[in-house]
């Protein structure tokens, strides 16, 4: 079956007291334009002189992908595409390309320069097992004046008169099919932790949880913040839950033991964080922050501290019964 790359119109609000005659009854009629007329597009090129081709794994866009499994998959599918079409159309696709200086192309067959796409009103088709007309879907979808989805347009993500969108429904789906596959992945592992174990991780995840709280708790609070998109405060705050999860949950037990023990030292008050995260007990310094301390009591030389640090929590523990 042929794949097909779509980008579609962005049909105009009839409603709006801006548009004028015109552009009412092209609306009224589901059009944005007069039939037969189009926008020419041509790669955009960018003030560091790269052009924006949609086959640079390293690309400012790409970079700027604060999801973590959406930058992943980008990067994998640019790398793979590029590779594929230079080896079918015998061009070099770097970004700084003389490929892509329209400028220098001879005919509208020259293959080794990019041509312009006319987009005409309505869906434009891109036959994606034509080396050619994926190249041109390829940079036409990270073009700055075509919205990356309809949903990104409406967020107010593009100027309000952008008039295309990329409807990629196979990417969008591939993004959510990832996401779901590592939650599930996720609440499988945290299934399988000890009680002990998902008190741990969740206090490390700056979950409100204590000795007291009942597994059942436990589980939906870990469960519920698994399937939100970023931390919305505290110190993990704006990053990935599933993979700040997967970093506790695969971490040393010995090492997690440890940073949960300092956790519940400061929670007991044992120490205090101070003047930029150093911890102090009373007025001693204890360390210059959270990681030198777990440091230290990793240390085989300091077990006397450690055991002396779990029994002041182990105390404290009591009293607050």
């Not at 210059?288 to 523990?317: G, P, S, W």
């Amino acid at each position: 079956m042929t794949k097909i790359g779509k980008i579609s119109v962005i049909k105009a609000d009839n409603n709006s007291s801006t548009l004028q005659t015109m552009q009412n009854s092209l609306s009224r009629k589901g059009m944005t334009r007069i039939p037969g007329t189009g926008v020419f597009k041509y790669p955009y090129k960018q003030q560091d002189g790269f052009y924006r081709t949609g086959l640079d794994p390293n690309a400012a866009y790409i970079l700027r992908i604060e999801d973590q499994v959406e930058k992943d998959l980008e990067i994998k599918r640019v790398t793979e595409l590029r590779k594929k079409l230079e080896y079918q159309l015998g061009v070099n696709l770097d970004s700084r390309s003389e490929f892509w200086n329209h400028a220098k192309s001879t005919s509208a067959d020259d293959l080794k320069h990019v041509q312009p796409v006319k987009l005409k009103d309505g869906d434009n088709y891109f036959d994606l097992s034509v080396a050619m007309q994926e190249l041109s879907y390829s940079w036409l979808r990270v073009h700055p004046t075509i919205a990356s989805s309809y949903q990104a347009w409406e967020r107010g993500e593009y100027p309000a008169d952008t008039q295309f969108y990329v409807s990629d429904d196979d990417v969008e789906n591939q993004v959510v099919y990832k996401k779901k596959q590592l939650i599930n992945k996720a609440i499988i592992k945290f299934d399988g932790m000890t009680y002990e174990k998902k008190r741990k991780v969740a206090r490390q995840l700056g979950l409100p949880v204590d000795e007291n709280t009942k597994e059942e708790v436990v589980y939906n609070l870990v469960d519920n913040l698994l399937k939100q998109t970023e931390f919305k405060n505290g110190k993990h705050q704006g990053l990935n839950p599933v993979t700040t999860f997967h970093k506790y949950a695969d971490m040393k037990e010995s090492l997690l033991h440890i940073k949960d023990l300092i956790g519940q030292a400061l929670a007991y008050n044992i120490y205090r964080s101070r003047n930029g995260g150093k911890l102090f007990k009373g007025e001693y310094e204890v360390a210059k922050d959270e990681d030198t301390y777990v440091a230290y009591l990793m240390d085989d030389d300091h077990q006397e501290d450690l055991i002396m640090l779990e029994e002041e929590v182990k105390n404290k523990k009591l009293i607050a019964v």
